[in-house]
Nanobody
Framework: QVQLVESGGGLVQPGGSLRLSCAASGSIFSINAMGWYRQAPGKQRELVASITSGGSTNYADSVKGRFTISRDNAKNTVSLQMNSLKPEDTAVYYC???????????????WGQGTLVTVSS
């Protein structure tokens, strides 16, 4: 069984910063892409940022220049540094990964439980 555990959400004022972290655990032999998604109340889940095992990144237009995604392949972790936060960034943020399962040698898409980020004064 593979699990993703997120941490780092919370309440922050507009213009502030937060750092989200996500750690994968379980019978993993490798992880391909990892990413962060978010879902605001009444809206669909959307991609925020993703990163390949080689370090190539992709960002939603709404967060370019403000958010930075990074990963540590040795530790199976991914982080999201969020700067210049805006009220519209308020959402539940979910970690996502395509993990190679050691027992089956196949890849499985795995989601974290979500962490709430609230940007408000």
């Amino acid at each position: 069984q593979v699990q993703l555990v997120e941490s780092g959400g919370g309440l922050v004022q507009p213009g502030g910063s937060l750092r989200l972290s996500c750690a994968a655990s379980g019978s993993i032999f490798s992880i391909n892409a990892m990413g962060w998604y978010r879902q605001a109340p009444g809206k669909q889940r959307e991609l925020v940022a993703s990163i390949t095992s080689g370090g190539s990144t992709n960002y939603a237009d709404s967060v370019k220049g403000r958010f930075t995604i990074s990963r540590d392949n040795a530790k199976n972790t991914v982080s999201l540094q969020m700067n210049s936060l805006k009220p519209e960034d308020t959402a539940v943020y979910y970690c996502n990964a395509f993990a190679g399962i050691a027992t089956t040698k196949g890849y499985l898409e795995v989601w974290g439980q979500g962490t709430l980020v609230t940007v408000s004064s």
